[in-house]
């Protein structure tokens, strides 16, 4: 069974920068649409950023022009660079992805998630 595996997150103070990434371990026929997601405390899971396997990404308004999300189709891997950070971003970060296994059935798929944690 493939997992996502997240690293990258931390204690950062407010306006410095993390970089999050998100690796799938084992076999797998391909991979579509690949996101990032936060959920803070006492909130709902929400979405950060996602990009497609063309290169096509959508960003949440309160992170954009701070977040770049990027894509590696080689290593089927991506990537949140986090520019800007402030203490609202707090969260923790799950990845996800769009899996499709050998039989072509497309399945969603999360990390176990990594904590971003931004003081003031």
């Known amino acids: 069974q493939v997992q996502l595996v997240e690293s990258g997150g931390g204690l950062v103070q407010a306006g410095g920068s993390l970089r999050l990434s998100c690796v799938p371990s084992g076999v797998i026929f391909s991979i579509n649409d690949m996101g990032w997601y936060r959920q803070a405390p006492g909130k709902e899971r929400e979405l950060v950023a996602r990009i497609s396997r063309g290169g096509r990404t959508n960003y949440a308004d309160s992170v954009k022009g701070r977040f770049s999300i990027s894509r590696d189709n080689f290593k089927d891997s991506i990537y949140l660079q986090m520019n800007s950070l402030k203490p609202e971003d707090t969260a923790v970060y799950y990845c996800?992805?769009?899996?499709?296994?050998?039989?072509?059935?497309?399945?969603?798929?999360w990390g176990q998630g990594t904590q971003v944690t931004v003081s003031s």
């Open positions: 996800n992805a769009v899996l499709v296994d050998y039989g072509r059935r497309q399945y969603d798929s």
